[in-house]
């Protein structure tokens, strides 16, 4: 009774003293991992440029499994860290029902829209970048065929493929896009073999350039596609560099500033909605030393003009989002 | 829809079923010898793991595959101390090995390249090549089979020929050997392999080890064969469908090289939804790739069949006193 007594204190010490030192910020990231060298590895990387730059520190927890979502959010948020981000359009749910439990704090949800007063939702138009990439591909392709590969099936990837569908036809009408998906359950974002087969298949239909929207299935495509002989583009970080000469580009979302701005903001950051599109910088397309040689500068002037069009409003990329209908490609 | 495409689906089948052959015939030896097992996962996973981050070290993929045989034989080893010495229940054993798997792999290769728990992509001689059949290239003129033989037998990573051989050597050693009769007996009646005087742990010990070594086969064949490199779960479930794999052949072995061609042929059929649609069926790819384990309910509910579990399996023998 007497150790059970000392250790309710000092886990109750603990807890008061942890609550009063930090209104350290804090990340959550989605079941792909930490350092997926996609998504949660950008959101890392902007978490970890603000504490370089602030010299401040932050918590972090990985989520292991889709039971821990909501046990991890409250006791982030019990322990007083503020603001708490996290990444996944998977927290949708469990954080509409937490956050109205804990007025004081401010959350942060990367790809999904949640509408409660103390979260700030920001959404990527990955549409925007998924398009510049398209034209990229289309312009790049000897065949006239292009594919996609898709991680898990769900309205947020097929967002990326309309867009990159969009892209390619707009450069060249009579082109076809293979599209695929790798599965319907999370396990979807972490097989690289399939991926690896999906693009060997795509080949054979005639594809000579594959975006991979996949996670960890994307590292399997780029892969195959270096392999292959063929050309590949990553996605949401800057994958260029894991086969040098072989990804024609990647379509980078800046989930990295997202986390970098929250964690700015602090304990000041305003609720509501921000969408990143490409005027903001949210989205793009990566340019570096490992695909300089694929990309010539007329392919480079024609998507960079079509960039301009999709800023000033002029071109409006469809969104699949916005009715789950795509003109572009059937899936 | 060309005979060209059919060749393409059916390399693919091939380069897909292969891993699931080897976690099969790996539990065979295991379930016909009474030790059920579940861990069929976690020991290609360990082996995928090992062989990678091995393979990427040494830039040797023999050395890779040495060292996934071993990470799959620990964990083997694991499951026979714990089922068979110590009479533990052998599904919590494979289902317990299954979860360290998934962890500890992650673990020991961000500890060792701390890129998120993969191993660098494989390079050179690191990675294992595929090799040419002899006479692939003069034979392939000759109409139908050239190029079956060229495109679809040939040019495979050499563990696919492996695989294949193994099936005839399973059959021969279960129904052909002394060892394979009383392999067959102990996991049938224990009791009157110990009766005639010959050890039921030693020979429950090797069938589980046998199983250890196929998986780690299997494992490093995905991680530098398929792939290059192991990533975070990258079985993909593929041990539970080799489970299903080897119901739905009936554990024999002949049947199980069918059941796994069949499984890996629905796996690469889902990645082509033109062929489908080009040959007039519309089925979606999650119910192709749900067929495994729709086929097996139906064998295991008798209704193609009856499927006889070895009569002694999951379950420790106790020496009667």
Same mark, same amino acid.
């Given at each position: 009774m007497t150790l059970m007594k000392t250790m309710l204190g000092a886990a109750a010490t603990l807890a008061l003293s942890s609550a009063i030192a930090s209104a350290d910020p804090a990340i959550i990231y989605d079941l792909g991992g930490k350092f997926d060298k996609s998504f949660n590895e950008a959101a890392f990387n902007g978490a970890k440029k603000w504490a370089e730059e602030t010299g401040g520190t932050f918590k972090e927890l990985e989520m292991q499994s889709e039971a821990q979502r909501e046990q991890a959010l409250r006791q982030l948020a019990e322990s007083g860290a503020n603001p708490i981000v996290m990444t996944g359009f998977a927290f949708g749910d469990t954080l509409n029902t937490v956050a109205p439990d804990?007025?004081?704090?401010?959350?942060?949800?990367?790809?999904? #829209?949640?509408?409660?007063?103390?979260?700030?939702?920001?959404?990527?138009?990955?549409?925007?970048?998924?398009?510049?990439?398209?034209?990229?591909?289309?312009?790049?392709?000897?065949?006239?065929?292009?594919?996609?590969?898709?991680?898990?099936?769900?309205?947020?990837?097929?967002?990326?493929?309309?867009?990159?569908?969009?892209?390619?036809?707009?450069?060249?009408?009579?082109?076809?896009?293979?599209?695929?998906?790798?599965?319907?359950?999370?396990?979807?974002?972490?097989?690289?073999?399939?991926?690896?087969?999906?693009?060997?298949?795509?080949?054979?239909?005639?594809?000579? #350039?594959?975006?991979?929207?996949?996670?960890?299935?994307?590292?399997?495509? +780029?892969?195959?596609a270096a392999d292959e002989g063929i050309l590949s583009i990553g996605v949401d970080s800057n994958q260029n560099h894991l086969h040098p000469g072989k990804v024609l580009t990647s379509m980078t979302k800046r989930v990295d500033n997202a986390v970098y701005n929250a964690f700015n903001?602090?304990?000041?950051?305003?609720?509501?909605?921000? #969408?990143?599109?490409?005027?903001?910088?949210?989205?793009?397309?990566?340019?570096?030393?490992?695909?300089?040689?694929?990309v010539t500068d007329e392919m480079k002037a024609k998507v960079e003009e079509a960039a301009a069009k999709i800023k000033s409003g002029e071109l409006k990329v469809h969104d699949y989002m916005s009715d789950n209908t795509c003109p572009a490609a059937t899936f | 829809?060309?005979?060209?495409?059919?060749?393409?689906?059916?390399?693919?089948?091939?380069?897909?079923?292969?891993?699931?052959?080897?976690?099969?015939?790996?539990?065979?030896?295991?379930?016909?010898?009474?030790?059920?097992?579940?861990?069929?996962?976690?020991?290609?996973?360990?082996?995928?793991m090992a062989s990678g981050a091995v393979a990427a070290l040494s830039g040797s993929v023999w050395i890779g595959l040495m060292a996934g045989i071993v990470g799959s034989l620990a964990?083997?080893?694991?499951?026979?101390?714990?089922?068979?010495?110590f009479r533990g229940n052998q599904l919590i054993s494979g289902v317990a090995l299954n979860f360290v798997a998934s962890g500890i792999t992650v673990l020991i290769a961000q500890d060792l390249f701390g890129q998120g728990g993969r191993t660098p992509p494989l390079e050179g001689g690191a990675r294992m090549l595929e090799i040419t059949l002899p006479l692939a290239e003069t034979l392939r003129p000759v109409p139908v089979i050239g190029p079956l033989y060229a495109d679809v037998i040939s040019g495979h990573p050499i563990l696919v020929y492996v695989g294949l051989l193994l099936v005839p050597a399973t059959w021969w050693l279960l129904y052909r050997t002394r060892f394979g009769l009383r392999l067959r007996a102990v996991g049938e009646n224990p009791?009157?392999?110990?009766?005639?005087?010959?050890?039921?742990?030693? +020979?429950?010990?090797?069938?589980?080890?046998?199983?250890g070594v196929l998986c780690g086969l299997a494992g490093a064949y995905m991680a530098t064969g398929l792939q290059a490199g192991f990533g975070r779960e990258m079985t993909a479930g593929r041990g539970y469908i080799a489970?299903?794999?080897?119901?739905?052949?009936?554990?024999?072995?002949?049947?199980?090289?069918?059941?796994?061609?069949?499984?890996?042929?629905?796996?690469?059929?889902?990645?082509?939804?033109?062929?489908?649609?080009?040959?007039?069926?519309?089925?979606?790819?999650?119910?192709?790739?749900?067929?495994?384990?729709?086929?097996?309910?139906?064998?295991?509910?008798?209704?193609?069949?009856?499927?006889?579990?070895?009569?002694?399996?999951?379950?420790?023998?106790?020496?009667?006193?």
């Open positions: 804990f007025p004081d704090t401010k959350f942060a949800i990367i790809d999904m #829209v949640v509408e409660q007063p103390n979260v700030k939702s920001v959404v990527f138009t990955e549409h925007e970048g998924s398009y510049l990439v398209g034209m990229m591909a289309a312009l790049a392709s000897k065949t006239g065929t292009v594919g996609f590969i898709g991680g898990m099936d769900i309205p947020l990837i097929r967002r990326f493929g309309c867009g990159y569908a969009e892209g390619v036809k707009a450069v060249n009408p009579d082109a076809t896009v293979v599209l695929n998906m790798t599965g319907t359950t999370p396990a979807a974002w972490n097989d690289p073999v399939k991926g690896a087969e999906l693009a060997k298949a795509q080949k054979s239909q005639g594809a000579d #350039v594959i975006y991979a929207a996949a996670g960890g299935t994307g590292i399997g495509v +780029l892969q195959a903001d602090g304990e000041a950051m305003t609720a509501g909605l921000t #969408v990143m599109d490409l005027k903001a910088d949210g989205v793009g397309y990566a340019m570096d030393d490992n695909n300089a040689a694929l | 829809m060309d005979y060209a495409t059919f060749l393409q689906i059916f390399d693919t089948t091939l380069r897909l079923a292969t891993p699931l052959l080897f976690a099969c015939l790996a539990g065979l030896y295991s379930e016909r010898a009474g030790v059920f097992d579940i861990g069929l996962e976690g020991k290609m996973l360990m082996a995928a964990f083997a080893l694991v499951h026979g101390i714990a089922s068979i010495t009791a009157s392999v110990d009766t005639a005087g010959v050890s039921v742990k030693r +020979l429950r010990f090797s069938a589980v080890l046998i199983a489970l299903a794999a080897l119901i739905f052949a009936k554990w024999r072995p002949w049947h199980a090289l069918w059941a796994c061609l069949l499984f890996g042929f629905f796996q690469s059929l889902a990645l082509r939804p033109d062929v489908m649609q080009a040959v007039g069926i519309k089925i979606p790819g999650p119910a192709l790739d749900a067929l495994p384990y729709i086929l097996t309910v139906v064998v295991l509910a008798g209704l193609v069949g009856k499927a006889v579990p070895p009569r002694a399996g999951g379950e420790p023998y106790v020496k009667e006193r």
